[in-house]
């Protein structure tokens, strides 16, 4: 399931006919899962966006590949939290993990960024470049499927 769009939670919320302006900081802290819309407390709200989140991650993503140890998934999407938008190399990331102690090769790392994108926690979006070679670099941007998930994990 993918979170509600901005419009759509205006009408989820029966808040069609008022400045959306008013609740766009609502929408950008909690986002979009109408399991998260639907609550009134702000704790509650942040208890229920953390659970899907873990839920995606160590079931959904966890749990289809068989990965038991998870460290290295949670910490790489917590990367991916944390520099959403930006240009991710899988080089920079494995040296990251190594210098912290973990044994982990590119290609398991590269594994990882397809579960996550698989499973709909993040998009890619390939880095574009008109000489080819650059594109082929594997370089690409990650977004979060909803903004709430950044701020219930970091």
């Known amino acids: ?13 029966k808040l069609e006919n008022t400045d959306p302006a008013r609740h766009l900081s609502e929408y950008l802290e909690y986002g979009g899962f109408p399991s998260v819309v639907l609550q009134t407390n702000s704790q509650l709200k942040r208890d229920v966006l953390s659970g899907t989140y873990n ?5 959904v993503v966890a749990g289809r590949a068989t990965i038991k140890n998870t460290e290295v998934l949670e910490r790489i999407a917590l990367y991916l939290l944390s520099n959403t938008g930006q240009l991710i190399s899988i080089n920079k990331i494995a040296n990251i993990l190594r210098s912290s102690g973990l044994k982990v090769s590119n290609n398991t790392i590269e594994n990882y960024l397809e579960l996550l994108h698989n499973a709909f926690l993040f998009y890619k979006v ?3 470049d008109i000489r080819e070679k650059e594109y082929l670099r ?14 219930s994990q970091l």
């Open 55 to 59: 839920s995606i991650l160590l079931r």
């Open 138 to 151: 594997g370089q690409g941007k990650y977004y979060v499927v909803d903004l709430g998930f950044i701020r």
């Open 1 to 13: 399931m993918l979170p509600l769009t901005f419009k759509e939670f205006l009408h989820f919320k």
């Open 126 to 128: 390939p880095r574009f």
